[in-house]
């Protein structure tokens, strides 16, 4: 039998909650990263990513 072992899809709001933020808003401020700017929201996203989260 195999194993899988990816992590379930899950949303921004809630890996940035799981990584101690109160929202995604938060995480991104925290790395100088605004919500207003998309590829600020791209770069947001790809740390989560290297994190290890798979954002949906």
Not at 6 to 28: E, H, I, M, W, Y
Request: aromatic share 8%; net charge neutral; hydrophobic share 35%.
């Amino acid at each position: 039998m195999s194993s899988n072992t990816t992590k379930p899809t899950v949303s921004l709001n809630k890996a940035s909650k799981d990584a101690g933020f109160d929202n995604f808003r938060a995480f991104l401020l925290s790395y100088n990263l605004r919500l207003e700017n998309p590829d600020d929201i791209e770069e947001g996203k790809a740390i989560l990513r290297g994190m290890g989260y798979n954002i949906a």
